[in-house]
């Protein structure tokens, strides 16, 4: 069992940066998939970044790629969303997820998924 509990979320002017984390109990979770997904409100969530359990594949959205970088601790059983050059159009709630595979942006392949976040980025 993982539970995973994110932080970082918070009221941002755009331009600006934000670090998301997400901590995880459960001692796999270093062989855990994660990935990060938001929603906005009246959208349908979208994964937004992904790594591998080692940290050594990534994957961002089009929509963040060269502005938001994905990343991970496993000492730390933590994986961070550093968000910069923060655009209106990220408000959403930020959710993290954990699965049993390389890497998805499928969210029927995350077992564990965390409470979320708010970001809010004004103009």
């Known amino acids: 069992q993982v539970q995973l509990v994110e932080s970082g979320g918070g009221l941002v002017q755009a331009g600006g940066s934000l670090r998301l984390s997400c901590a995880a109990s459960?001692?796999?979770?270093?062989?855990?998939?994660v990935g990060w997904f938001r929603q906005a409100s009246g959208k349908e969530r979208e994964c937004v970044a992904a790594?591998?359990?080692?940290?050594?594949?990534?994957y961002y959205a089009g929509s963040v790629k060269g502005r938001f970088t994905i990343s991970r601790d496993n000492a730390k059983n933590t994986v961070y969303l550093q968000m910069n050059s923060l655009k209106p159009e990220d408000t959403a709630v930020y959710y993290c997820a954990a699965g049993n595979m390389a890497l998805s942006v499928s969210q029927s392949s995350y077992y564990y998924w965390g409470q979320g976040t708010q970001v809010t980025v004004s103009s």
């Open positions: 459960g001692r796999t979770f270093s062989s855990y998939g």
């Open positions: 790594i591998t359990w080692s940290g050594g594949s990534t």
